[in-house]
């Protein structure tokens, strides 16, 4: 990371990378690049997290700003787990993080995300899976009175700010317990819930307004944040 913290952009060596591994997705021809992927790829990764995180914070004063590049910070491991995956490709093609709060895994909390690829980046608000606990608590507030409407209240918002889309159905039913024809039958179906607005375009990639433009989408979908840190987070 440089000494600045500032940043500038990716550079268009570091996306070149990222097309690059698609098609040389070994370690030979990664170790023989590796000089490229860490100062034109990580470097601007870590100067990214860093500026967004500081960001982010004036969302939430909690979310963690960790720039490490082994999985244990914002920034999600390179390498990829072949140990039960057909496909044994070492190496991701993209950069991806998530901004939490950091008590737990990154991935069982609400999080901010994001996902590069060489072309363009995906942002998401919200949590991909919840845990036992967490599905209970969701649903227990999905089904309140006041929490619920809360909810659907902020989902209406959402709608009316933009192409923003809601994810993380995955039940067919209304899970035992709950009525089959409850006012908000759809979201007790919910196995997670995320929302992502419209992908950022290549053009933001190499440029410091990447950061701006993401916080333009991450601030209408904090409240989805919100409420699940208020209602499943704990």
């Given at each position: 990371m440089s000494d600045t913290n500032s940043f500038n952009g990716f550079p268009k060596e570091g996306l070149q990378f990222l097309r690059d591994i698609e098609v040389n997705n070994n370690k030979a021809w990664f170790e023989e690049n590796r000089g490229t992927f860490d100062s034109y790829l990580m470097v601007p990764a870590q100067d990214f997290v860093a500026a967004l995180g500081s960001r982010l914070q004036a969302l939430d004063p909690a979310i963690v700003v960790d720039t490490r590049t082994d999985g244990r910070g914002v920034l999600m491991r390179f390498y990829r787990d072949t140990r039960f995956?057909?496909?044994?490709?070492?190496?991701?093609?993209?950069?991806?993080?998530?901004?939490?709060?950091?008590?737990?895994?990154?991935?069982?909390?609400?999080?901010?995300?994001?996902?590069?690829?060489?072309?363009?980046?995906?942002?998401?608000?919200?949590?991909?899976?919840?845990?036992?606990?967490?599905?209970?608590?969701y649903r227990e507030a999905v089904a309140g009175e006041g929490s619920g409407k809360e909810l659907v209240s902020i989902l209406r918002a959402l709608g009316g700010a933009g192409e923003y889309h809601l994810a993380g159905e995955h039940y067919k039913r209304v899970p035992a317990g709950y009525e089959a024809d409850h006012p908000r039958a759809d979201l007790l179906r919910y196995a997670g819930l995320y929302v992502y607005p419209p992908v950022l375009e290549g053009r933001y990639l190499s440029s410091p307004d990447l950061v701006e433009a993401s916080m333009n989408y991450f601030k209408t979908m904090a409240p989805v944040y919100d409420w699940l840190a208020k209602y499943v987070a704990e």
């Open positions: 995956s057909k496909d044994k490709s070492p190496y991701k093609t993209n950069i991806a993080g998530m901004f939490s709060d950091g008590q737990g895994k990154k991935t069982e909390r609400p999080a901010y995300g994001f996902h590069m690829s060489a072309d363009s980046m995906e942002l998401m608000a919200g949590m991909f899976k919840f845990s036992t606990a967490q599905l209970a608590a």
